[in-house]
């Protein structure tokens, strides 16, 4: 019997983190773990994001309701040269309360890519000529779907009244990839 999971890719760029819901597995957990590891050149432009898949050349775009930004309020420390310090200090650093984050330490923003890309060209400078902001992998996580459905229409056969999924535990917001799972099981 196959499982179903939900793989994420969870990104960042300074102070704002987004957790980019992947296609929908239906197999093993290691074959979920594939693919939520193998996001990467992650850019955020002015009217949306975009990301390749480990493998793929062409570049992948998502609706609104598969990313989910959150926005880091503690205050960031100065970033520091690790050259001039010791084992022992740069271990330390590890400890230090000021540099460790927590999940209290984030806020859900219920942002489009426009409106993160909003605060972050009002905060800082793009980096290269084609005005993007490039995001670095933070994490993957995988979860198994066991409920959190909802009746609505399938995006792949336009069958009403099909069972939707939950797109994030955090949001209140549920997708149509297919009907969740049927459509992929046959």
């Known amino acids: 019997m196959k499982t179903i999971y939900q793989p994420y890719s969870v990104e960042y760029f300074e102070e704002v983190t987004v957790d980019i819901q992947l296609l ?13 590891n193998s996001t990467y050149n992650v850019r955020l432009f002015p009217d949306r994001l975009t990301f390749q898949l480990e493998g793929e ?6 609706r609104k309701e598969r990313l989910f930004f959150e926005l880091c309020t503690k205050p960031q420390p100065e970033p520091i040269d690790l050259s001039t310090y010791s084992h022992d200090q740069i271990m330390a650093l590890f400890h230090d309360p000021d540099r460790i984050m927590t999940p209290d330490d984030y ?34 996580r995988v979860d198994e779907v066991k409920e959190a459905y909802k009746m609505g229409t ?16 955090g949001f209140d917001v549920y997708i149509v990839d297919v009907c969740a799972p049927s459509c992929q099981l046959t």
Request: hydrophobic share 35%; charged share 30%.
């Open 57 to 62: 050349k062409s570049l992948v775009t998502l």
């Open 24 to 36: 929908t597995v239906i197999g093993t957990q290691q074959e979920a773990d594939d693919v939520a």
């Open 154 to 169: 399938c995006d792949v056969c336009e069958k009403e009244n099909v069972p939707l999924k939950k797109a994030h535990d």
């Open 107 to 140: 806020k859900k923003m219920d942002w489009t890519a426009q409106d993160a890309y909003r605060y972050l060209i009002e905060r800082y400078t793009p980096k290269n000529k084609e005005g993007y902001f490039a995001f670095d992998s933070l994490a993957y």
